[in-house]
Nanobody, 123 residues
Framework: QVRLVEIGGGSVQAGDSLRLPCEAS????????MAWFRQAPGEERILVAR????????FYHDSLKGRFTISRDNAKNTLYLQMNSLKPEGTAVYYC????????????????WGQGTQVTVSS
């Protein structure tokens, strides 16, 4: 059973940067596709970025390319999301997710989830 815990989050101003770590335990971290999702109030949970276990290969939501960076440290069992030039529309709960299926892309594909952390961006 994989356990994921997001750390950080909080309130920032538009244009600020923030890094979210997600600590994993209970499984071999390097075996899993890892991803970040976010969900704003009243909206569906959408993929922010995902990263494979080797390479690694990354994928980003089109609107976030160039501002967000996903990375992983397999030795520390930790996933990261570096968010730069944050915008008010980035206000959401951010979730860390994991799955062993290489094709996992949308929220319904992921088996393991963290509890989420709130990020609020003020204008």
């Amino acid at each position: 059973q994989v356990r994921l815990v997001e750390i950080g989050g909080g309130s920032v101003q538009a244009g600020d940067s923030l890094r979210l770590p997600c600590e994993a335990s209970g499984g071999k971290f390097s075996n899993y596709i890892m991803a970040w999702f976010r969900q704003a109030p009243g909206e569906e949970r959408i993929l922010v970025a995902r990263i494979t276990w080797r390479g690694p290969t990354t994928f980003y939501h089109d609107s976030l390319k160039g501002r967000f960076t996903i990375s992983r440290d397999n030795a520390k069992n930790t996933l990261y999301l570096q968010m730069n030039s944050l915008k008010p529309e980035g206000t959401a709960v951010y979730y860390c997710a994991a799955d062993q299926d290489f094709g996992a892309l949308v929220a319904g594909d992921y088996e393991y989830w963290g509890q989420g952390t709130q990020v609020t961006v003020s204008s």
